[in-house]
């Protein structure tokens, strides 16, 4: 098991505007997986902002080298909705490995990378998490309150600790949860 972690989470958002920071960190903090530590320096979540989802794809290769030399166990996870013109998560990782390519990263390395990709916006997992439905299809309403944030990350840490498997998750929901399930895997060797 890892004994020093790190994780850098990319997401998109300006700081102070976005809820995804408060997202991660709740639902982070709630999973409280065993390869993640309470003291101070030895492991870390960092968010970080990196607006527009072209900005996003952009910074991406220069972070991943970045946790690939920091040393101990340091992951990265990329946080990005998936908009009208991507229809699934495969899809907008490709546009995230042709970045990567051309800025000479290796597939290896690219694969050890966490997608986490929203449809339409994180929003719409939240209406999923704290009413049990939501139309991916659409953009789901803005949230203006850390609370309601909060509480669905939480939902999902308690979901994804019991295994349930109703109501059945949308199906971006679902996609990134299995990109976080394989950093489990990983972070338990």
Known sequence: MASRTQIVCLHEGKKGRSIDPIFIHTVLKALDPAWIRPWQGNNIVRPVDCG???????????????????????????????????????????RFWS????????????????????KDRLENWIEFLL???TDESKEGRRQRHDKAVAEAARSLAKRCASGAIEPKLPPSLSWSCQNWRKL??????
Do not use: Y
């Not at 489990?184 to 060797?189: A, F």
């Open 52 to 94: 527009g989802r072209s900005d996003l794809i952009a910074r991406m290769p220069t972070e991943l080298r970045s946790c690939l030399t920091m040393g101990g166990n340091t992951a990265l996870m990329v946080w990005a909705d998936l908009d009208h013109d991507m229809a699934t998560g495969e899809q907008l990782k490709e």
């Open 99 to 118: 970045a990567a390519q051309q800025a000479g990263i290796q597939r290896e390395q690219f694969d050890k990378v966490v997608f986490v990709f929203a």
């Open 131 to 133: 009413t049990g439905a």
């Open 184 to 189: 489990v895997e990983r972070m338990r060797r």
